[in-house]
């Protein structure tokens, strides 16, 4: 039933987003538009992707530090085989999907096995990655391949308005990810080990290849983005996507998913998503606030967030007893 | 329990009262009143509508993208901006991306949504520009680009580039230095603090000099970094480079901008060595905290690079809309100060 209370955290992430539109369609005009929508999710479509692989790794009870510095180094090897070497892209963007992915799962193998902490194993991979970056080249390459030209600006019209490319790969990705989440084995069995490692490992469940499998998608997801974010940007950089994994683990915890693991829903981080993006267009149309606002606002609805989680699972605790 | 709830009530209704202020409706202007559509009106309707139906002609409205606010030379763009926007009654929509381009094109495609009638972008960086300004052509929006240029194959993309030569600021810099080194023998160490890597100020300056400095086989930049255009990074990388033997330390140092020439000077004074005697020190913008140091002896030369574009950008929008063809590139005035024009300059200064 809807009251379930495992609903209660998305829901209220729901209530606030709607209460956020709310307010902006009554205080500013020209706000309640499908096109501000659409907007939001063209350009928040590659944190979208990032979103749902970051989703998967919270819930198995770990982080990924590394998510900004990967889609950079795919915007770098993309840019850099795509211009300077001439290769044809539908030979590029699967080798850098399968780079992203082999990068995640050596770093799951080395949290798994080694049995070290995924804070400090992805950390390691952010710096390495942005290094790369900057190894292949200190400047910006643009990117004027006539296939990435045609991506980027190609309009899907939407009752109301238009959507870019960008927004269908990363819907149709949510939605995967919600059937992977709900509907698999796989999905299950990564709840399980984020509700407990222990007891998944006593049920016998197959944690190592589940954990390697958790961060190889998170990879996946992290150069899936990066190849939106290079039809988005049409460039490759190093700077590209600084602190992005930081908005992304904020989306995934306003979305309503614990950080210890175990609790959460995909269609949470989509709200997350838009959220963070509500915020952004309030401010911008708000117009006399510093851009800056944006971070304080998120800071403190994390916050409100974690408490109110904290609170939650309390109650829980103290019903069962 | 009754009271907190009744109280949660309350709140929320001034909460509620609160929002709905906001949307109050616009005063209504009365309709015309003529009866035909397609017959001229008599000279009595004409009278009679005349004086109510007059409706002031909509102000203009430009969405200006600013890059950021990193350094003085920024400040002093922004508020030139807003200040010629106000002076000639046009409506302006600034949005600051912070060194961000993804936030400057997320600013732009609000601007196009809005349908404003201009568009002006200070691009933080060159590159990946083609994609949001095939947008803004495509909603039929000019784009004027401030102060950097953007790096696009279709040129017809923007109107026109309002901005300094800075490629010239940086022939500048070299022949002053070309001609203060010229009875000094070589080998001589050039250092140099670039911007923010991969903004034309930086590329161009960097460019404009090493085409001028090349001339003498002798004079060679040993070392380079970038220090983003400000302050505190500028002191940081300096004191970088000065940590190198004293036989293999910079007897030259050029800075692309002033906020970076300052925070290298207090390295350099750090260091124990004098700026200004031990190393010649050069620098782009022209800001009045600049000219006191050169003034003090502590700077050798400033290029001026003016920040002041706002009236420039107000007169090429007006121009736009009553349909008029502009220049491609649109370069305000510039020179050079040297210690001995320091004092005079200071007082001219607007920044």
Same mark, same amino acid.
Request: aromatic fraction near 8%; hydrophobic fraction near 50%.
């Given at each position: 039933?809807?009251?379930?209370?495992? $609903?209660?955290?998305?829901?209220?992430?729901?209530?606030? @987003? #709607?209460? +956020? !539109?709310? /307010?902006?369609? =009554?205080? %500013?005009?020209?706000?309640?538009?499908?096109?501000?929508?659409?907007?939001?999710?063209?350009?928040?479509?590659?944190?979208?992707?990032?979103?749902?692989?970051?989703?998967?790794?919270?819930?198995?009870?770990?982080?990924?530090?590394?998510?900004?510095?990967?889609?950079?180094?795919?915007?770098?090897?993309?840019?850099?085989?795509?211009?300077?070497?001439?290769?044809?892209?539908?030979?590029?963007?699967?080798?850098?999907?399968?780079?992203?992915?082999?990068?995640?799962?050596?770093?799951?193998?080395?949290?798994? $096995?080694?049995?070290?902490?995924?804070?400090?194993?992805? @950390? #390691?991979? +952010? !710096?390495? /990655?942005?290094? =790369?970056? %900057?190894?292949?080249?200190?400047?910006?390459?643009?990117?004027?391949?006539?296939?990435?030209?045609?991506?980027?600006?190609?309009?899907?019209?939407?009752?109301?308005?238009?959507?870019?490319?960008?927004?269908?790969?990363?819907?149709?990705?949510?939605?995967?990810?919600?059937?992977?989440?709900?509907?698999?084995?796989?999905?299950?069995?990564?709840?399980?080990?984020?509700?407990?490692?222990?007891?998944?490992?006593?049920?016998?469940?197959?944690?190592?290849?589940?954990?390697?499998?958790?961060?190889?998608?998170?990879?996946?997801?992290?150069?899936?983005?990066?190849?939106?974010?290079?039809?988005?940007?049409?460039?490759?950089?190093?700077?590209?996507?600084?602190?992005?994994?930081?908005?992304?683990?904020?989306?995934?915890?306003?979305?309503?998913?614990?950080?210890?693991?175990?609790?959460?829903?995909?269609?949470?981080?989509?709200?997350?998503?838009?959220?963070?993006?509500?915020?952004?267009t309030i401010i911008s149309f708000e117009g006399t606030l510093s851009s800056w606002w944006t971070k304080i606002v998120i800071g403190l609805l994390l916050f409100v967030f974690i408490l109110f989680q904290r609170v939650l699972s309390e109650r829980r605790i103290s019903i069962k007893s | 329990m009754?009271?907190?709830?009744?109280?949660?009530?309350?709140?929320?209704?001034?909460?509620?009262?609160?929002?709905?202020?906001?949307?109050?409706?616009?005063?209504?202007?009365?309709?015309?009143?003529?009866?035909?559509?397609?017959?001229?009106?008599?000279?009595?309707?004409?009278?009679?509508?005349?004086?109510?139906?007059?409706?002031?002609?909509?102000?203009?409205?430009?969405?200006?993208?600013?890059?950021?606010?990193?350094?003085?030379?920024?400040?002093?763009?922004?508020?030139?901006?807003?200040?010629?926007?106000?002076?000639?009654?046009?409506?302006?929509?600034?949005?600051?991306?912070?060194?961000?381009?993804?936030?400057?094109?997320?600013?732009?495609?609000?601007?196009?949504?809005?349908?404003?009638?201009?568009?002006?972008?200070?691009?933080?960086?060159?590159?990946?520009?083609?994609?949001?300004?095939?947008?803004?052509?495509?909603?039929?929006?000019?784009?004027?680009?401030?102060?950097?240029?953007?790096?696009?194959?279709?040129?017809?993309?923007?109107?026109?580039?309002?901005?300094?030569?800075?490629?010239?600021?940086?022939?500048?810099?070299?022949?002053?230095?070309?001609?203060?080194?010229?009875?000094?023998?070589?080998?001589?160490?050039?250092?140099?603090?670039?911007?923010t890597a991969g903004s034309s100020p930086s590329i161009q300056r960097g460019e404009g000099f090493r085409s001028v400095v090349k001339a003498r086989t002798d004079m060679v930049i040993t070392q380079s970094a970038p220090a983003d255009f400000t302050e505190n990074k500028g002191k940081e990388v300096?004191?970088?480079?000065?940590?190198?033997?004293?036989?293999?330390?910079?007897?030259?140092?050029?800075?692309?901008?002033?906020?970076?020439?300052?925070?290298?000077?207090?390295?350099?004074?750090?260091?124990?060595?004098?700026?200004?005697?031990?190393?010649?020190?050069?620098?782009?913008?022209?800001?009045?905290?600049?000219?006191?140091?050169?003034?003090?002896?502590?700077?050798?030369?400033?290029?001026?690079?003016?920040?002041?574009?706002?009236?420039?950008?107000?007169?090429?929008?007006?121009?736009?809309?009553?349909?008029?063809?502009?220049?491609?590139?649109?370069?305000?005035?510039?020179?050079?100060?040297?210690?001995?024009?320091?004092?005079?300059?200071?007082?001219?200064?607007?920044?």
């Amino acid at each position: 039933m809807l009251l379930n209370r495992k $609903y209660v955290p998305v829901l209220v992430t729901f209530g606030l @987003l #709607a209460a +956020m !539109f709310a /307010a902006g369609s =009554l205080r %500013y005009t020209g706000f309640f538009s499908m096109q501000v929508l659409y907007n939001l999710l063209i350009d928040n479509s590659f944190l979208l992707i990032t979103a749902v692989g970051m989703t998967f790794v919270i819930l198995s009870g770990g982080i990924d530090l590394s998510v900004g510095s990967v889609i950079a180094l795919t915007t770098m090897v993309c840019a850099s085989l795509v211009e300077q070497n001439g290769w044809p892209p539908a030979v590029v963007i699967p080798i850098v999907l399968v780079m992203g992915s082999l990068f995640g799962a050596l770093m799951g193998a080395i949290i798994h $096995y080694f049995r070290i902490q995924p804070f400090i194993v992805t @950390l #390691a991979g +952010m !710096f390495l /990655a942005r290094g =790369l970056c %900057y190894v292949i080249s200190i400047n910006t390459i643009t990117i004027a391949n006539p296939f990435y030209t045609r991506v980027a600006q190609t309009k899907i019209s939407l009752p109301g308005g238009f959507v870019s490319i960008n927004v269908i790969i990363a819907l149709v990705v949510v939605l995967a990810a919600a059937f992977l989440a709900h509907y698999t084995r796989f999905g299950r069995k990564v709840y399980a080990i984020g509700g407990s490692e222990q007891s998944s490992l006593l049920m016998g469940l197959p944690v190592a290849r589940t954990k390697v499998l958790v961060y190889t998608l998170s990879g996946f997801c992290s150069s899936l983005a990066g190849v939106v974010f290079t039809f988005y940007m049409l460039s490759g950089y190093g700077l590209h996507a600084m602190g992005l994994e930081l908005d992304t683990i904020a989306a995934v915890v306003i979305g309503g998913t614990l950080l210890t693991g175990g609790v959460g829903f995909i269609a949470g981080t989509f709200l997350g998503v838009l959220i963070q993006g509500v915020i952004q267009t309030i401010i911008s149309f708000e117009g006399t606030l510093s851009s800056w606002w944006t971070k304080i606002v998120i800071g403190l609805l994390l916050f409100v967030f974690i408490l109110f989680q904290r609170v939650l699972s309390e109650r829980r605790i103290s019903i069962k007893s | 329990m009754k009271r907190s709830a009744s109280r949660v009530q309350f709140l929320s209704f001034i909460m509620v009262l609160l929002l709905l202020q906001g949307c109050n409706a616009a005063p209504s202007v009365p309709a015309a009143a003529s009866a035909d559509p397609d017959r001229p009106p008599s000279i009595q309707e004409w009278m009679r509508t005349k004086g109510e139906d007059v409706r002031a002609d909509k102000p203009l409205v430009i969405g200006f993208s600013q890059l950021g606010s990193e350094s003085a030379w920024r400040m002093a763009n922004t508020a030139s901006v807003q200040e010629a926007a106000k002076e000639s009654g046009i409506s302006l929509l600034l949005e600051n991306a912070e060194q961000s381009q993804p936030k400057q094109f997320e600013a732009v495609r609000e601007f196009i949504r809005r349908k404003v009638d201009v568009i002006a972008i200070a691009p933080v960086v060159e590159s990946g520009w083609s994609g949001i300004l095939q947008e803004a052509k495509l909603a039929g929006i000019p784009v004027v680009i401030l102060d950097r240029s953007v790096n696009v194959e279709d040129t017809s993309l923007f109107v026109t580039t309002i901005g300094s030569d800075f490629y010239e600021e940086g022939v500048k810099a070299g022949k002053y230095l070309l001609d203060r080194m010229q009875n000094q023998a070589g080998p001589i160490r050039i250092a140099e603090l670039q911007g923010t890597a991969g903004s034309s100020p930086s590329i161009q300056r960097g460019e404009g000099f090493r085409s001028v400095v090349k001339a003498r086989t002798d004079m060679v930049i040993t070392q380079s970094a970038p220090a983003d255009f400000t302050e505190n990074k500028g002191k940081e990388v300096m004191r970088e480079l000065l940590q190198v033997p004293s036989e293999e330390r910079p007897q030259v140092l050029f800075a692309h901008n002033d906020d970076m020439a300052i925070g290298a000077i207090e390295a350099i004074k750090e260091a124990g060595l004098k700026p200004g005697k031990d190393i010649v020190i050069l620098s782009v913008d022209g800001s009045r905290s600049a000219l006191r140091l050169l003034n003090d002896g502590e700077l050798n030369a400033v290029v001026e690079c003016n920040p002041l574009l706002g009236p420039l950008l107000m007169q090429a929008a007006k121009e736009i809309m009553a349909g008029r063809s502009l220049p491609k590139r649109m370069i305000p005035p510039e020179d050079i100060f040297t210690q001995e024009r320091a004092e005079q300059a200071i007082q001219n200064r607007k920044f």
